[in-house]
């Protein structure tokens, strides 16, 4: 029986083997694919208000945080630096003010979300927003923002509850209309080494806003999907404790194998790519990132639970890094798309 991209990813996100090891997309680079199988999975994140450009010609968010693209990331955009809109944290209440929703339209929103979408072969994994924490930080930046969450935590409640409040909105408004397969909750807690704050300060300021949003997908039986970069391994527990399946990029830094061995397939890892090792360098040599592949498979593709996410960061303009993304896809389809027959 033939079954589609989407149809084996479901397969693994439900905790069941796949007939072929799955893929995810991502980066600068996430369209190559020499063989064009469709996409596994596709993003409806509805922009009810998308970035304006100001004056000066950068993208201003509906809080009036500047962005700019970087070369660098393939023209992902970071806030830019040193121009923070908040820098008292007890002052949020005349700075940060969401827009009326009042009048929306939400079911032609929720059509636009996923009109890029073939939803016979692909799955649609809803998203809201970057997260409570990585917002707080666009707001102040990290020396202000770490600061407000260790002296302040009630104004960053309040904060946080208000910001929730209108989030979960747009979600409950949207979520019958989009109908997802997977619910993305996003926010990057960490950095490469441990994360940012204390596994307490996590559960007690922004777990709560994420247990929030997890519920709304949890009770329509929607899987939910948890993407943190960084060694964010402490918080899996807590993840799973509101209804956290599937991690993504579930970076290197993190004891892989050992979470591997712990959680098996009940929490499916989407990523296990190390593009900040030699795979992930320019220059490296085409047999050493393709074996890099196989080895990645090798390990955690037995049992199912595990989504091949290979990604290459760098200028759209540059072919070396265009070249080696085309390695990773290639080695992909020879070595994953046969994974499981070869394993019998």
């Known amino acids: 029986m033939t079954i589609t991209e989407k149809e084996n ?43 304006q450009l100001n004056a000066a010609g950068r993208r201003v968010d509906i809080f009036g945080v500047e962005y700019e693209p970087t070369d660098s990331t393939g023209g992902m955009e970071l806030p830019l630096p040193n121009r923070f809109i908040l820098d008292d944290i007890t002052k949020w209440r005349d700075v940060i003010k969401v827009p009326s929703l009042e009048g929306k339209d939400w079911e032609a929103i929720g059509r636009k979300a996923v009109a890029h979408i073939d939803r016979h072969e692909t799955a649609v994994s809803m998203g809201t927003h970057v997260g409570y924490f990585q917002t707080l930080m666009n707001f102040m ?52 080494r441990n994360p940012f704050i204390s596994r307490e300060m996590y559960q007690r300021l922004v777990m709560p806003y994420h247990a929030r949003l997890a519920k709304i997908a949890t009770d329509r039986d929607v899987v939910v999907e948890m993407h943190n970069c960084g060694r964010c391994e402490d918080n899996i527990e807590d993840w799973r404790g509101f209804g956290v399946t599937a991690w993504n990029p579930a970076q290197t830094t993190n004891d892989l194998a050992g979470i591997k061995k712990k959680y098996g397939n009940s929490l499916v890892m989407s990523g296990c790519w190390d593009s900040q090792g030699p795979p992930g360098w320019p220059g490296t040599p085409e047999e050493v990132v ?43 389809n020879k070595y994953g798309r046969t994974f499981y027959q070869k394993q019998g």
């Open 9 to 51: 990813l479901m397969r693994v996100m439900r905790g069941l083997e796949p007939a072929w090891v799955p893929r995810k997309g991502g980066g600068p680079f996430g369209d190559i694919d020499p063989e064009e199988h469709a996409p596994a999975s596709m993003q409806a994140m509805p922009e009810i208000f998308p970035r």
């Open 141 to 192: 930046g990290f020396n202000e923002g770490l600061c407000a969450m260790q002296e302040e935590p009630e104004e960053v409640l309040a904060l946080y509850d208000y910001l929730g409040t209108y989030y979960e909105t747009i979600a409950l408004n949207l979520i019958d209309y989009i109908k997802p397969d997977t619910f993305g909750i996003t926010d990057d807690t960490a950095a490469a």
């Open 290 to 332: 393709r074996q890099a592949v196989r080895d990645c498979i090798d390990e955690f593709a037995p049992g199912g639970g595990f989504c091949f996410w290979p990604y290459v960061i760098g200028s759209l303009d540059d072919e070396q890094a265009r070249n080696h993304q085309l390695w990773l896809v290639d080695e992909y």
